[in-house]
Nanobody, 116 residues
Framework: QVQLVESGGGLVQPGGSLSLSCAAS????????MGWYRQAPGKQRDLVAN???????NYVDSVKGRFTISRDNAKNTVHLQMNSLEPEDTAVYYC??????????WGQGTQVTVSS
């Protein structure tokens, strides 16, 4: 079992920055993928970024060059640094983790609102 707790959401103006964190507890040694999805009102939940084995990173095209994902293995934490935020980034952001062969765990979600 893995428990995930997110922090760092909030309200920011367009062009601003926010940093999200997700702390994992439980069977953290077995996690090979951590990342973030987001879900805007009335839309499906979509992948934003993930990091595989603490090294390989993937981003959806719309956030490339603006968001950076990183993992602190010592603290069992994954971070998402979000810069140059746009109103279209407004969503609930969910942290997730995968334990092979494919068991997925989710955090409770944190709201990010980009508005002037």
């Amino acid at each position: 079992q893995v428990q995930l707790v997110e922090s760092g959401g909030g309200l920011v103006q367009p062009g601003g920055s926010l940093s999200l964190s997700c702390a994992a507890s439980g069977s953290t040694d077995s996690i090979n993928v951590m990342g973030w999805y987001r879900q805007a009102p009335g839309k499906q939940r979509d992948l934003v970024a993930n990091i595989i084995n603490g090294v390989i990173t993937n981003y959806v095209d719309s956030v490339k060059g603006r968001f950076t994902i990183s993992r602190d293995n010592a603290k069992n934490t994954v971070h998402l640094q979000m810069n140059s935020l746009e109103p279209e980034d407004t969503a609930v952001y969910y942290c997730y983790a995968i334990i092979p062969p494919g068991r997925r765990y989710w955090g409770q979600g944190t709201q990010v609102t980009v508005s002037s």
